[in-house]
C-alpha cells in the first residue's frame, strides 16, 4: 500500500512537470494571440512525440480540422535530435543481452535518420551482411502514454464545458493516434507489416521491400537488409541511370491502388522519402504504419469512383452512407443536394485534372456537416492517396490517378466476372423475389385487419419539419415562463395581505422572493423576445 501510495505521488509529480512544460510551450508560441496552422505546427513540434503524432493523425481528419491546417499539418516532421551512440549501444545489449559485436561487425556511429521514436543506423552484421538497425528511443512508450492521459482528461474537460454534440469527438481521435503510436513502436508487428505487404505483392514484378531478420529482431529493435537505391524524388540521379520516370510514376500508382482496392492493405504514410528505386524495382519502405479496408469499405470506393465517373448523385450518396458511421439524424434531401452539388464541379473537368485526394477530403467533409462519423480506414485512406498524388504529379504530371483507379476498377470487375456465377446469382434473386411477391398478398390482408382493429401505427418524418417544430417549441416554452411569472406574482401579492414574518420592507420574505423570481423570468422573456426580433 505504502508502495503504491510513493509511485502514485511520483507519477503525478511527472505529469505535474509535463503540465508545466506544455504551458511553457503555450506562452512562448504566444497563443493567448490566436492560432494560425504554421503556428499549430510549431506548437506540436515543441510539444514532443506525442503531439508530432496526434498532428500527423489530425492531419488525416480534415472531418476534424479545417483543409488549411490539414495541409500545414502534413509538413510535420518525425526527425528528432540522434541519441548518443552510447545509448544505442546499451539498448542493443540489453535487447540481446550480449555485446553488440558478438551480433554486428559494424555499426555506423552517425545515424541515418533520427525520428520521434526510432533511431536508424547502418550496420554489418557478423556474417558480412549488410544491414540497417532500427532502434526505439528509451522510454518513449513511458512518455506518450503520460501524455495521453493528460490529452485525455484535458478532453473530458472540454466535452463537460462545451457540452459539445459533434460528430467528432477528441477522446476518438487519441485513441486513433495512440493505435497508430503503438502499431509503430512494436517493431515485431511492423515486421509481420512487411511480411504481409512481400506476400500480397509476390507476383508484382516491379514491387519489392526490405528482407527482415526475424532471429535478430525482437519488440523494440528491428533489423532490415540496407536498400542501396534512389529516392523516387531525385529525378536528376534517376534519369542519369536511364530510368523512365513517367513509367515510374504510373507503376507506382497502379501498384497503390492494388494495395487499396485488391488487398486492402496499403502503405499510410507514402512519402517520397519512403519509396525508393533499386534495379528498376519500386522498394517501399518504413512500413511501420499501414490502413486497412474491409470488403465493404473497398466496395464503398468503388461505388464512389463509378458514380463519380458517370455523375450518379444517387450512387455517390450511397457510397458515402456505405463509408461513414451514421451518428445523428440525417437529412437526405439536403445530402442529396450537397453531392449533386459537388459532383457538378466536375462536370466539365477532364480526367487529367481531377485529384482523387482532394475529392475524397470534400466527402469527408461533407460527411462531417452531415453527421456521418468518418472511420480510421478511411482518413487513412485519404491522406495516402493525397501524398501518392503527389508524388505523381512530380513524376508524371499528366497521368491521372483517377484515370488509374478507373482503369484498374474495369480490370478488377472483368477479372472477377463469371457468366455462370452471374447466373446463378440471377436465379437465386429471380427466386427470392417470386417468394415475396408470394407473399404479398398475404402481407397486405394483415396490414387490412390491423388498420380495421386499430393497431396499425405509422411513423411521419417531414423533411423540413425540424425549424418550425423548433420555433414552436420554444414559443410553448415562453408561454410557460409567462404563465408561471402571472402565477408568482399573483401568489406573492396575497402573501402581502397577510402578516407573514420575517419581513423585508414591510414585505413578507415568502413574497418577496416571488417577487424577484418573478421579475428575473420576466427579463428573460423579455430578451428572448428582443432577441427573436
Known amino acids: 500500500m505504502l508502495g503504491d501510495f510513493f509511485q502514485n505521488k511520483i507519477e503525478d509529480a511527472g505529469a505535474t512537470a509535463r503540465l508545466r512544460g506544455m504551458v511553457g510551450v503555450l506562452r512562448k508560441r504566444d497563443v493567448v494571440r490566436g492560432m494560425t496552422p504554421a503556428k499549430l505546427r510549431l506548437v506540436l513540434e515543441d510539444l514532443g512525440p506525442t503531439f508530432v503524432k496526434l498532428g500527423q493523425v489530425m492531419s488525416m481528419r480534415p472531418d476534424f480540422l479545417p483543409p488549411e491546417y490539414c495541409d500545414e499539418l502534413m509538413k510535420l516532421q518525425s526527425s528528432a535530435k540522434p541519441l548518443p551512440f552510447s545509448v544505442i549501444l546499451e539498448v542493443i545489449e540489453r535487447e540481446y543481452s550480449r555485446r553488440w559485436n558478438k551480433i554486428f561487425s559494424y555499426i555506423d556511429e ?44 484535458a478532453a473530458t474537460l472540454l466535452k463537460i464545458v462545451s457540452h459539445s454534440q459533434d460528430v467528432v469527438d477528441f477522446n476518438m481521435v487519441l485513441d486513433e493516434m495512440w493505435t497508430i503510436a503503438k502499431q509503430e513502436m512494436d517493431f515485431l508487428m511492423e515486421a509481420d507489416h512487411i511480411e504481409e505487404f512481400q506476400h500480397l505483392n509476390r507476383d508484382v514484378e516491379y514491387i519489392s521491400c526490405p528482407h527482415v531478420y526475424r532471429q535478430l529482431s525482437t519488440q523494440h529493435i528491428l533489423v532490415m537488409e540496407s536498400v542501396e537505391g534512389i529516392r523516387i524524388d531525385d529525378f536528376d540521379q534517376l534519369k542519369s541511370r536511364g ?6 510514376g504510373h507503376r507506382l500508382g497502379e501498384n497503390y491502388v492494388k494495395q487499396i482496392i485488391e488487398d486492402g492493405f496499403f502503405h499510410a504514410d507514402p512519402h517520397p522519402g519512403n519509396i525508393w528505386i533499386r534495379n528498376g524495382r519500386i522498394v517501399w519502405l518504413d512500413l511501420g504504419m499501414v490502413g486497412r479496408l474491409s470488403g465493404r469499405d473497398r466496395a464503398a470506393i468503388r461505388k464512389a469512383v463509378f458514380a463519380l465517373t458517370s455523375h450518379d448523385t444517387f450512387e455517390m450518396k450511397a457510397a458515402v452512407l456505405s463509408l461513414g458511421v451514421v451518428r445523428g439524424k440525417i437529412n437526405h434531401t439536403a445530402l442529396y443536394q450537397d453531392i449533386d452539388a459537388m459532383l457538378s464541379q466536375y462536370g466539365s473537368l477532364d480526367f487529367s485534372d481531377l485529384q482523387m485526394g482532394v475529392l475524397t477530403r470534400q466527402i469527408m467533409n461533407l460527411m462531417r456537416v452531415h453527421h456521418i462519423g468518418c472511420p480510421q480506414g478511411l482518413s487513412m485512406f485519404a491522406r495516402g492517396v493525397l501524398t501518392v498524388e503527389g508524388v505523381m504529379r512530380m513524376c508524371c504530371p499528366k497521368v491521372s490517378f483517377v484515370e488509374i483507379f478507373a482503369k484498374s476498377l ?69 408561454l410557460i415562463l409567462a404563465l408561471l411569472v402571472a402565477a408568482l406574482l399573483l401568489g406573492s401579492s396575497t402573501i402581502c395581505t397577510t402578516q407573514m414574518t420575517p419581513k423585508i420592507m414591510e414585505i413578507p420574505l415568502l413574497g418577496f422572493v416571488g417577487y424577484l423570481i418573478a421579475f428575473i423570468l420576466s427579463m428573460r422573456i423579455i430578451w428572448e423576445i428582443h432577441k427573436g426580433r
Open 243 to 248: 530510368y523512365d520516370i513517367d513509367q515510374l
Open 410 to 478: 474495369a480490370l478488377d470487375y472483368k477479372k472477377h466476372f463469371h457468366w455462370r456465377d452471374e447466373l446463378d446469382k440471377a436465379k437465386r434473386e429471380g427466386f427470392l423475389l417470386l417468394r415475396k411477391s408470394a407473399q404479398l398478398p398475404e402481407q397486405i390482408s394483415d396490414i387490412l385487419k390491423m388498420t380495421m382493429s386499430g393497431q396499425t401505427k405509422v411513423n411521419l418524418d417531414l423533411t423540413g419539419s425540424e425549424e418550425p417544430l423548433r420555433k414552436f417549441d420554444q414559443m410553448i416554452n415562453k
Open 110 to 153: 552517425e545515424a541515418l535518420g533520427s525520428a520521434s521514436i526510432a533511431q536508424v543506423h547502418r550496420a554489418i552484421l557478423t556474417t558480412g551482411e549488410k544491414v540497417v538497425v532500427k532502434v526505439q528511443r528509451p522510454g518513449i512508450y513511458d512518455i506518450m502514454n503520460q501524455d495521453i492521459v493528460l490529452l485525455k482528461r
